[in-house]
């Protein structure tokens, strides 16, 4: 059993984590209101969805890597070793993607709806898809994260075997094509081209297909964690040394 203090401890980080994502959340939301005030476009599928400023795509996809390293920083601050430390930076990002979202319809009043188009990243071609997609994996990402932070399996951080991590990255390759498929299918990849780039159909059997390998790892530590907890009565909380 893990002590009351580790398991408290541990507790106390994640929900540290969360409240960092949630703030980062609004500042990104805030951000992105900015820019789509500037350049008319508050519903981001049109062409041209940046402001035809000298620099400003430059400091964009700056500020999107930028965003990155703050988000592993906090991940890599929060755990004691690397995969409590990838899994606090998953829970991170998750809740800081997530809750964007949810920031962004009051301040914005987009989007309409879940199928929305938006633009999700910009490194190192456009990723375009609806709301939802981007949603599910944070979902997953917070989930997996959630359990390999806050579960123990005896002494042990719980962590997927090999076949599930093939899986994953079956999974993780298979949506970034899926995001990125319109763009990496230009003739050209000009930025004049890639403004210009307007995807209208967004291929959901495939996506599905990506979530469902995603997952395969997360219902494999989530089956570890639960029946042994359910059988010793014990509540297994808290992170390996």
């Known amino acids: 059993m893990t002590a009351p203090n580790a398991r408290h401890s541990s507790r106390g980080r994640w929900l540290a984590v969360v409240l960092y994502a949630v703030a980062m959340a609004w500042v990104e939301s805030a951000v992105v209101l900015y820019l789509r005030t500037l350049s008319n476009r508050l519903d981001p599928h049109?062409?041209?969805?940046?402001?035809l400023v000298a620099g400003l795509a430059r400091a964009e996809v700056i500020r999107e890597a930028a965003t990155l390293i703050m988000l592993a920083a906090v991940g890599w601050l929060a755990g004691r070793e690397w995969r409590t430390r990838f899994g606090y930076f998953l829970v991170a990002f998750g809740v800081w993607d997530i809750f964007y979202y949810v920031f962004l319809k009051p301040l914005t009043g987009w989007p309409n709806s879940v199928l929305d188009w938006d633009v999700l990243f910009l490194?190192?071609?456009?990723?375009?898809?609806?709301?939802?997609?981007?949603?599910?994996?944070?979902?997953?990402m917070v989930l997996f994260g959630?359990?390999?932070?806050?579960?123990?399996?005896?002494?042990?951080?719980?962590?997927?075997?090999?076949?599930?991590?093939?899986?994953?990255?079956?999974?993780?390759a298979l949506a970034l094509y899926v995001f990125m498929a319109d763009a990496l299918h230009l003739p050209e990849k000009s930025e004049a081209a890639l403004r210009q780039m307007l995807p209208t159909r967004f291929p959901w059997p495939l996506f599905d297909l990506a979530l469902l390998l995603m997952a395969v790892p997360v219902l494999e530590v989530g089956r570890r964690v639960w029946p042994p907890r359910v059988a010793a009565g014990a509540p297994g909380l808290g992170e390996s040394a």
């Open 123 to 140: 490194i190192p071609l456009p990723w375009w898809g609806p709301v939802l997609a981007p949603v599910l994996i944070a979902a997953l």
């Open 46 to 51: 049109q062409t041209e969805p940046l402001p």
């Open 146 to 172: 959630t359990l390999v932070t806050q579960f123990t399996v005896g002494a042990e951080t719980p962590w997927p075997r090999w076949p599930s991590g093939v899986a994953f990255g079956v999974g993780v």
